[in-house]
């Protein structure tokens, strides 16, 4: 008689037969920076993540590379003073943001950094793409993407990440970037982002929710799986070098078609309202939540994901240590 309880017996046969594993190599940890200097302010709906000045985020990625964490992908907040219509700030060389990567890439050169590249923490209307008479322009988005794009690799991202779901975006970075010699540069395509209701710390951190409107002519619809393979398809023939899924947990049936339609890595973003839940839980002692964020990430791992973007990639790996 097969007994298959007899390989689950003890710890260590548990381990021998484990299908899926979690290492901090796997993981990527967002930071949400601000200009100025000494400010490390936590953001409320997100506990454990803070806004971060340039040093504060200096200390932050050394206690990390010393916990194995070697990957962040970076969000700008941005004052509105810098705001415009037409981005314009993203693209200028003096953004803080882009000095901030210059920065953390002399200190840490060993460090991955991962960019965003989308109009909304610059535009004074709030959108990822340029508004007109309450319409967001696709085409006429991409000149600034591609602009943006190219900036960002030169103060020194290894990976640009366009989130902004315009049509398009992936191949006009693809060529801008290799035009202006950064062939080497990869691209990260969101490729299915979707008009979820589970941004909503994310957007108080940066203070990025839309003036007007909601984002669901460019994101996608949540009812949707096959047009998730529709986009990969335009993002692995523009040039993409990562397919994302975003959000993660909610979103495991979309990583797994994707996993099995592609050869490309796959990341999934756990996003900051999935995690604010595990948090908000386990304050009121509904579960423990070491146990729940493993567990939780391993299913994203099982689902089909080689890279986890997510809000808990530092206390995971302290616990990997």
Same mark, same amino acid.
């Given at each position: 008689?097969?007994?298959?309880? %007899? !390989? ?5 046969? %548990? ?6 594993? $979690? ?10 920076? +601000?200009?100025?200097?000494? @400010? ?8 454990? !993540?803070?806004?971060?000045? +340039?040093?504060?985020?200096? =200390? /932050? ?75 967001? $322009? ?5 000149? @600034?993407?591609?602009?943006?794009? +190219? ?8 990976? @640009? ?8 975006? +992936?191949?006009?970075?693809? =060529? ?7 062939? !080497? /540069? ?18 108080? =951190? ?25 986009? =990969? ?21 979309? @990583?797994?078609?994707? %996993? ?23 304050? !009121? ?37």
């Amino acid at each position: 008689m097969r007994r298959p309880r %007899r !390989n689950r017996r003890t710890q260590g046969i %548990r381990s021998l037969v484990k299908e899926t594993r $979690l290492s901090p190599d796997q993981l990527v940890y967002p930071l949400f920076l +601000v200009d100025g200097e000494g @400010i490390r302010e936590e953001v409320s709906s997100l506990p454990g !993540n803070y806004r971060l000045s +340039v040093d504060k985020a200096i =200390a /932050t990625i050394e206690s990390s590379l010393e916990r194995g964490l070697s990957k962040f992908i970076l969000f700008p907040s941005v004052s509105d003073e810098h705001k415009d219509k037409r981005a314009s700030y993203s693209f200028d060389p003096g953004n803080f943001y882009l000095q901030a990567a210059r920065t953390f890439k002399r200190r840490f050169p060993n460090t991955v950094l991962i960019s965003d590249a989308a109009l909304d923490p610059y535009s004074s209307d709030g959108h990822d793409g340029l508004v007109k008479d309450g319409e967001i $322009l696709n085409d006429e988005t991409l000149p @600034i993407l591609a602009k943006m794009a +190219v900036e960002q690799a030169r103060a020194g991202f290894d990976i @640009i990440g366009p989130s902004d779901m315009m049509d398009g975006r +992936v191949g006009t970075i693809r =060529a801008a970037l290799d035009h202006s010699g950064f062939t !080497n /540069t990869g691209i990260m395509s969101y490729t299915a982002k979707y008009a979820s209701a589970f941004y909503g710390p994310f957007r108080d =951190a940066l203070d990025s929710a839309p003036k007007t409107g909601d984002k669901k002519t460019y994101q996608m619809d949540p009812a949707n799986r096959r047009e998730a393979l529709i986009e =990969a398809d335009l993002d692995i023939g523009e040039g993409a070098d990562f397919l994302m899924v975003k959000p993660a947990v909610h979103y495991l049936d979309v @990583i797994l078609s994707l %996993r099995e339609y592609t050869d490309l890595p796959i990341a999934a973003y756990h996003v900051s309202g999935e995690c604010a839940m595990l948090h908000a839980a386990a304050r !009121n002692g509904w579960l423990d939540l070491e146990s729940a964020v493993e567990e939780t990430l391993l299913a994203i791992r099982r689902a089909g994901a080689d890279v986890i973007i997510t809000y808990f990639a530092r206390d995971l790996a302290e616990r990997m240590v």
